[in-house]
């Protein structure tokens, strides 16, 4: 086997570990040896095996795709400059005549290839148009490759309307079938953005070394992205991986608990079993232990620079309802109202954050971040909720406005409850800064950095107990 | 080495559907590699998505038999390995009380006579062509996966009495998980993995007219598209590949021929199993 293919192999794979995705030795072994099987010139055969030996989790695979794309690119080069495909092969509208950089001929292209929707014709209309759009000379003999001047010059977003006169009929209009087509043209056009961005890293790979451009190309995983600076996509992904989390968090503390030795003898049990043995209690059976679980009080501040996060560890403290006896939500800007009742079992937990914010009660004065006053008021108007059995987690960046801090209700709360932990989304260099009373509440409970989904899995491995 | 089933990615695509399976890319090169390297095989994806018919097509294109393995929570080492008939040990004892040589009896009550062979070891010592599939292995508890450990990486079960037993012909194997839990890192590292998701809008009408062929191809494509409309929404439960085989079929037997509003309306049940989901999904999708 070529050396030189191993050595891109490895490089890739180095690539893929920098991103965060852990590989063993054993399964580069494995990869190696695939590729001794698979027939090389067959560039998504080869992908697959590589994926199949190394990737173990879905969430991984959109870093390995855009790595791979980087690391084994399709073509080299301006594929248009050295056309292996004769002019016949193009299809007609395709716009190979047409002159080159005149983006309303090319939107007209573009807009009959949403369409179509045929994926090899729109793969050879990228490559043309970010060889045409996408290259800018920064300074003289150097270049660079810029996705945005593509998608500024095509704009296929506009196309929307025109796309949807020609998919529908009149009385079509309005109903299933708009809302069909609607989410058909937007799934292309998405497609159509990440192959130009694709086929812009691969232009920029070829000018600067794909080291260089694996380094920045990878958006981080929805698992370490942090909270605060979470876009609207990155939030999505996260509130579809919250019940897979959900689940393994729940199956490792099954297996820890299932570790520990079993509780006392279950009689009966054992002499039904003995019977199989004439009599002779071989095997003794015993009762398992019961769980302890605790009670759960949340209260979490949903205004607007910290609702992502408050939603998120809401969405996962109901997700795991079921290692809690009881899970009770509280929710505050600058008063507090209760909010579990909007978490119904089997509802819909997107629905119930939508109510929450609509319907709650949560603004006393301003709708700025007053901690203080929530927190008097959630001692005062809830005296009953925190009991020698709960873990009371508080949500929060501490973010008072620099008013009163409410820290006298809040000791005896704290005094009251079996555990008491602060979740604070900011990253830990910026407490105590500006008007962030971080360092108050920090004296009377202990305060916890939970800037992303990873940090929030393991502070709720330790809050569970075993 | 045994000589490989398959000679190509390409072969292993044409003879899956040959055995009524449309495989993509992926399952093909998976499914050769799986072969080739003489390694199990995960597959992992949510429900309905044909994980299972997966390993009954190779089943069927190798010409190999399919041993299954059912995993659900209590599952142990007796009933997916091997199990030792102690009644009938207890007999053979019974049967030669007074002549014979403890020695004798105690090695002859632990031979092959009186073993109980379950799908795992039946799998091993098959010497015909085997395609093993240990289905819904999440479902099974954690110890199971250490069980399976021996018996995936080397393809030999160690019988304290017997001494270990290798496969003279490894099968294929599949592993289904519909990742209700996580599978232990050492499991995974010991598997190829293969995430099937929902197909891509032109596989899945393929699928859709492989599988119910009265359905006319304009009706399919649509069908198609508001399945795939749906799994844009957050839902509960996704349709997925069945649901889609299903609709078909309840929209060919009502003899409806196109879908509007009022059909989609009246068959949503088909698809959608959650009440949620259905208040979620005519919002959504102004049915009303």
């Known amino acids: 086997m070529a050396e030189g293919l191993v050595d891109r192999e490895i490089g890739f794979f180095h690539a893929l570990r920098d991103a965060g995705i852990g590989i063993s030795l054993a399964e580069v072994l ?19 095996a590589f994926a199949a030996c190394v990737l173990k989790r879905p969430a991984h695979r959109d870093a390995f795709d855009t790595l791979f794309d980087i690391w084994f690119p399709p073509v080299l080069g301006d594929p248009s400059a050295w056309s292996l495909e004769p002019d016949a092969d193009a299809e007609p509208g395709e716009g190979g005549e047409s002159e080159p950089g005149d983006p309303r001929v090319m939107r007209e292209v573009l807009k009959n290839l949403l369409l179509d929707g045929d994926e090899e014709a729109m793969r050879r209309f990228v490559r043309s148009v970010v060889n045409d759009l996408g290259r800018s000379d920064t300074a003289p003999g150097r270049q660079s490759w810029f996705s945005y001047r593509v998608l500024r010059a095509l704009s296929p977003e506009t196309l929307m309307a025109s796309l949807l006169d020609a998919m529908l009929t009149e ?10 087509a609607r989410q058909t043209v937007q799934e292309r056009i998405r497609q159509f953005q990440e192959m130009v961005e694709a086929e812009v890293r691969r232009r920029l790979a070829e000018d600067r070394g794909v080291e260089q451009v694996s380094k920045t190309a990878v958006h981080p995983l929805a698992e370490q992205v942090d909270f605060l600076r979470a876009t609207r ?18 199956t490792r503390l099954t297996a820890r608990r299932r570790l520990g030795r079993s509780g006392r003898l279950d009689f009966r049990r054992t002499v039904r079993a003995s019977l199989g043995t004439g009599g002779v209690p071989l095997v003794t059976h015993h009762k398992p232990h019961k769980p302890h679980k605790p009670e759960l009080v949340v209260l979490c501040d949903v205004s607007g620079s910290v609702a992502g996060f408050a939603h998120f560890t809401l969405m996962l403290a ?6 809690f006896t009881k899970v009770r939500a509280f929710a505050f800007i600058d008063t507090v109202d209760e909010v579990t009742d909007f978490f119904t079992p089997g509802g819909d937990v997107a629905d119930a954050l939508a109510r929450m914010s609509a319907e709650a009660d949560l603004v006393w004065f301003d709708g700025h971040s007053d901690y203080g006053h929530s927190i008097t008021e959630f001692a005062k108007r809830y005296p009953d909720a925190v009991g020698p059995r709960t873990s009371l987690l508080i949500l929060g960046d501490a973010r008072n406005n620099y008013r009163a801090t409410g820290l006298q209700p809040l000791k005896s709360l704290v005094q009251r409850a079996r555990h008491a932990y602060w979740l604070n989304p900011e990253p830990r260099a910026y407490w105590g800064s500006g008007d962030s009373a971080t360092a108050q509440y920090a004296e009377v409970l202990e305060m916890v950095e939970v800037r992303n989904a990873v940090q929030l899995e393991d502070f709720v491995q330790r809050l569970l107990p075993t | 080495m045994q000589s490989p089933s398959f000679a190509s990615v390409d072969d292993v695509a044409s003879r ?33 998505v044909g994980k299972t018919e997966l390993a009954k097509a190779v089943a069927t294109a190798t010409g190999a038999e399919l041993i299954r393995l059912q995993c659900y929570e209590g599952l142990d080492e007796a009933r997916a390995l091997y199990e030792w008939n102690y009644k009938k040990q207890l007999l053979r004892i019974q049967a030669s009380k007074d002549d014979a040589q403890w020695d004798e009896i105690h090695d002859d009550i632990f031979a092959e006579e009186f073993l109980l062979s ?7 010592r098959r010497e015909e062509p085997t395609v093993l599939l240990i289905d819904e292995t999440d479902k ?32 294929i194997v599949f592993l289904t998980s519909n990742a209700t839990r996580e599978l232990s890192e050492a499991l995974k590292r010991r598997c190829l993995y293969l995430h099937l998701d929902y197909p891509d809008a032109a596989r899945e009408k393929e699928i859709v007219l492989t599988r119910v062929p009265e359905v006319a191809e304009q009706l399919a494509e649509q069908l198609v598209r508001t399945v795939r409309a749906m799994r844009a929404l957050e839902l509960k439960k996704s349709p997925s590949i069945s649901e889609s085989i299903d609709w078909a079929r309840t929209l060919v037997a009502l003899g409806l021929d196109t879908l509007d509003e009022e059909s989609v309306k009246t068959t949503l049940g088909v698809v959608l199993k959650h009440a949620s989901d259905h208040v979620r999904a005519s919002e959504q999708l102004k049915l009303n």
């Not at chain 1, 494995?30 to 697959?48: F, W, Y």
């Not at chain 1, 919250?242 to 729940?250: I, Y």
């Not at chain 2, 018996?151 to 079960?157: M, Y």
């Open chain 2, 140 to 171: 099974a508890d954690v110890e199971v996966e250490g069980l399976l450990l021996e018996v995936l990486s080397d393809f030999q079960v160690t019988i304290p009495e017997l001494g270990t037993i290798s496969a003279t012909r490894r099968p």
């Open chain 1, 171 to 180: 009385q079509q209009r309005g109903g299933l079938a708009e809302k069909v």
């Open chain 1, 233 to 250: 996509a990155d939030m999505a992904e996260l509130r579809r991986q919250v019940f897979p989390l959900a689940r393994r968090l729940a």
């Open chain 1, 318 to 323: 109901y997700a795991l309802r079921e290692q």
């Open chain 1, 30 to 48: 494995d990869a190696t040896r695939a590729l001794g099987t698979v027939d090389l010139l067959e560039r998504e055969h080869l992908r697959e």
């Open chain 2, 16 to 48: 899956l559907r040959d055995a009524g399976y449309l495989p993509d890319g992926a399952i093909a090169t998976t499914v050769f590699l799986a072969d080739r390297l003489g390694k199990p095989l995960l597959v992992e994806g949510p429900a309905g």
């Open chain 2, 118 to 124: 379950r799908p795992l070891l039946t799998a091993i």
